[in-house]
């Protein structure tokens, strides 16, 4: 069985104020993403579906232009190619994603589960 900690991973700057710990799998990637107080996370888009859950903190999600705040156990699911962004709010917010296809982009924080 394959199982890696949280806990035993580096956080990578994505950009000031964003932080992530990147694991891989077969056939999707997961992260655990940190924002700082009122950052703002550009909109974009990719090609992967994601699933984001809030851990902890609050954040406001804009999805194609439809904004709504979140908070801890919530989860949002963003098709491919829609244009998104967050901001947390308030305080420290802590996220996992889940995108599939897995983001070969991204560099892996730990070995492929």
Not at 56 to 82: C, K, L, W
Not at 89 to 108: H, N, T, Y
């Amino acid at each position: 069985m394959n199982c890696i900690n949280w806990d035993h991973l580096q956080w990578d700057a994505v950009m000031p104020g964003v932080r992530r710990k990147v694991v891989h799998a077969d056939s999707f990637t997961m992260v655990l993403v940190e924002l700082d107080p009122g950052i703002d996370t550009p909109a974009h888009t990719h090609p992967h579906e994601q699933a984001t859950m809030v851990q902890e903190g609050s954040v406001a999600f804009t999805i194609q232009g439809e904004t709504r705040i979140v908070g801890p156990g919530d989860v949002i699911r963003i098709p491919p190619d829609v244009e998104h962004g967050a901001v947390a709010q308030g305080k420290s917010a802590l996220l996992i994603d889940l995108f599939v296809p897995q983001r070969d982009e991204f560099p892996s924080s730990a070995m492929k589960v």
